[in-house]
């Protein structure tokens, strides 16, 4: 059975700095292609950059340049470091996996990931 934890959500100030970590435990965690997504009250959940198992990213534009995800094969763990965050940034952060993982494709929908955690809050004040 597949697990999925994030942590690391807390409140900075803008321009400021996170770095949250999902756990992905219960399979084999270097065939994982990991995304996040992140959602406000009201509106849908959005993507924000995905890594494959071969550690190749995408990212959505309006994060590019500001947040980098990573992995560590060896801790089953996958990183958003979040740099000069903005209120607008402020969301719950959700983590989700998925072991089918075309190369080519963006997979930048949330229902085509089959592993979800329960997401961790950031807040951003001005």
């Known amino acids: 059975q597949v697990q999925v934890v994030e942590s690391g959500g807390g409140s900075v100030q803008a321009g400021g700095s996170l770095r949250l970590s999902c756990v992905v435990s219960g399979g084999v965690f270097s065939t994982f292609a990991v995304a996040w997504f992140r959602q406000v009250p009201g509106k849908e959940r959005e993507f924000v950059g995905r890594i494959r198992s071969n550690s190749g990213t995408n990212y959505v534009d309006f994060v590019k340049g500001r947040f980098t995800i990573s992995r560590d094969n060896a801790k089953n763990t996958v990183y958003l470091r979040m740099n000069s965050l903005k209120p607008e940034d402020t969301a719950d952060y959700y983590c989700?996996?998925?072991?089918?993982?075309?190369?080519?494709?963006?997979?930048?929908?949330?229902?085509?990931?089959?592993?979800w955690g329960q997401g961790t809050q950031v807040t951003v004040s001005s």
């Open positions: 989700a996996a998925k072991t089918v993982d075309y190369a080519g494709h963006p997979y930048v929908n949330a229902n085509e990931y089959d592993y």
